[in-house]
C-alpha cells in the first residue's frame, strides 16, 4: 500500500550531540556545502520551476560539481529548495510578500539514508561530505528515563524519518523526525489538547499538573531592581550606561528562562501525545492579573511565540481561547461562582467540593473552552479532548483514565456531579 504524507503522524524530537573535534569540522564542512548545494538549487529554481524532480534534473549535476555533497544530499538539497520555493509560491498567493530564500543558517536536513539512527546505543552516524566516513555522535539525553524522546525510540509504531542538523550556541542538535502511520480509527476526532494557563507565582501551569515557577524571574527582578535603585541614585552618565548594560542582562536571563519554560510545555504536550497547545488570549489575561508584578506582558508574549514556533517544530498546534470563567469555574463538575477562591492560589468548589490549585483548575477550564468552541466550529481541527496527568477528559462525556495509568492523583480525578445541585 503507499501511503502519502498526509496519512502519517509526524512528531520531532531533540536531542543534543556529542561531537568530537575532527568530527565537529567535518559537520562544519557539511553545513557550508549544503548551504551551497540548496543555494545553487534555488537559484537555477527560481521562477523555473518547483517540483522536487524538475528540480532535481535542473540542479544536481550544478550542485555536485560545485560542492562536495555527496550524492544523496545533493538530492535532498533538491528537495529543500522545493519545499522553500513551494511555501514561497503559498506566501504570494496569500497576497504576502516572498522573495527568494538564502541560505544562512547552521543546518543539513537528512533522512534514513544519510542518517541512522542506533536507539539502544544512544548514538546516531550521520553522512558528512565529499568522501569523508560518516560521523558517528552520541545523542545527549536526559538522564531520567522519562525525556519525552525516549517514546519515539525503539517504538513499533514511529520510525525515523527526515531529520535536520543544526548548530547553535556552540552545540549540535539533532532535530529527529518520526512518523507512523495514521490508522483507520477516527484519529481526527479524538485528537488530545494540553491546556496552559499563565500566572504571576507561577509562569505557566498544564492541566497535567506540571507547574513551572515564577520564583526565578520574580527573585531576578528583584535584584535587577535593587542594582538599578543603586546606580540610579548616582545618576551619572556612567552609571545610566551601566544601568542599560544590566537592564539587557536582565532581558536576557528572563528570555533564557522563558525559553526553558517554553521547552518544558512542548515536552509536556508531546509527552501526553497531545496534538495541540492551548493558552488564553493575551488581552484577557491582562485584565485578569491587572497587578502582575514582572514585565508580565512582554513576558507572556515572550513565552507564547517560543512555545509557538517550538511546537510548530515538533507537529503541534497552538491555539489561544477567549475566557470562559477561566478562573471562577470548577474544572470538575463545571459550577461557576466568586466565592470558589478562598485565597489566591487555591480553588475550592463551594457546589462539589473540589479543592485544587487555582492555576491547575484554570489551565483545564482553558482547555475545555477551546474544545467547546471546537465543536462548534465547521473547520475544526479535530481534536475532542485534553490531556490530565491520569487520563483524558471529553467535555460532554467526562473523564477516561489512560489504559496504562499508574494510580490516579485524587487532585486529578472529577468526581461525580450530585445531582441535587
Ligand atoms: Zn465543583
Same mark, same amino acid.
Given at each position: 500500500m503507499v501511503v502519502s504524507a498526509d496519512e502519517y503522524h509526524r512528531r520531532t524530537a531533540i536531542t543534543r550531540l556529542s561531537v568530537s573535534a575532527d568530527d565537529e569540522s567535518l559537520l562544519r564542512e557539511t553545513v557550508s556545502a549544503w548551504q551551497r548545494g540548496c543555494q545553487i538549487a534555488v537559484d537555477k529554481a527560481w521562477q523555473q520551476c518547483r517540483s522536487k524532480s524538475d528540480i532535481q534534473s535542473l540542479a544536481y549535476d550544478t550542485i555536485r560539481e560545485n560542492t562536495s555533497l555527496a550524492s544523496q544530499h545533493a538530492i535532498l538539497a533538491c528537495h529543500q529548495a522545493a519545499g522553500n520555493i513551494k511555501s514561497c509560491l503559498a506566501r504570494k498567493q496569500d497576497g504576502k510578500k516572498a522573495s527568494k530564500p538564502t541560505y544562512t543558517s547552521p543546518t543539513v536536513a537528512y533522512d534514513s539514508r544519510t542518517m541512522t539512527l542506533f536507539p539502544d546505543r544512544e548514538q546516531v552516524s550521520l553522512t558528512t561530505h565529499g568522501d569523508h566516513a560518516r560521523v558517528q555522535a552520541d545523542l545527549v539525553l536526559p =538522564?531520567?528515563?522519562?525525556?519525552?524522546?525516549?517514546?519515539?525510540?525503539?517504538? =513499533?509504531q514511529w520510525e525515523p524519518t527526515e531529520s535536520t542538523l543544526h548548530y547553535r550556541d556552540g552545540h549540535w542538535y539533532l532535530h529527529l523526525g518520526f512518523r507512523k502511520p495514521k490508522t483507520t480509527e477516527p484519529t481526527t476526532e479524538n485528537g488530545t489538547v494540553l491546556g496552559v494557563d499563565l500566572g504571576v507565582n507561577e509562569i505557566a501551569v498544564t492541566s497535567t499538573a506540571r507547574f513551572f515557577s515564577a520564583d526565578r524571574l520574580n527573585h531576578t527582578r528583584r535584584e535587577f531592581e535593587r542594582v538599578r535603585g543603586d546606580l540610579q541614585d548616582y545618576g551619572t552618565r556612567n552609571a545610566h550606561r551601566t544601568l542599560e548594560a544590566v537592564s539587557g542582562r536582565e532581558d536576557e536571563h528572563v528570555k533564557h528562562v522563558l525559553h526553558s519554560v517554553a521547552n518544558g510545555i512542548v515536552a509536556e504536550a508531546l509527552r501526553y501525545n497531545c496534538d495541540g497547545i492551548i493558552f488564553e488570549e493575551l488581552d484577557d489575561i491582562r485584565n485578569r492579573l491587572p497587578d502582575a508584578a514582572w514585565h508580565s506582558e512582554w513576558a507572556f508574549n515572550r513565552l507564547y511565540e517560543y512555545v509557538t514556533y517550538k511546537a510548530d517544530a515538533s507537529g503541534l498546534f497552538v491555539a489561544t481561547t477567549a475566557p470562559q470563567h477561566t478562573s471562577n469555574r470548577c474544572a470538575e463538575c463545571g459550577f461557576v461562582s466568586d466565592v470558589n477562591r478562598p485565597t489566591r492560589d487555591t480553588f475550592e468548589c463551594s457546589r462539589c467540593g473540589n479543592r485544587n490549585h487555582a492555576d491547575y483548575n484554570a489551565a483545564k477550564n482553558i482547555a475545555n473552552a477551546y474544545l467547546r468552541r471546537e465543536q462548534q466550529s465547521s473547520r475544526g481541527r479535530g481534536v475532542s479532548q485534553y490531556a490530565l496527568k491520569s487520563g483524558v477528559v471529553m467535555p460532554d462525556r467526562g473523564y477516561l483514565p489512560y489504559s496504562d495509568a499508574p494510580v490516579a492523583e485524587p487532585t486529578d480525578k472529577p468526581k461525580p456531579v450530585q445531582a441535587n445541585s
Open positions: =538522564d531520567d528515563a522519562d525525556g519525552y524522546q525516549y517514546q519515539y525510540f525503539n517504538s =513499533d
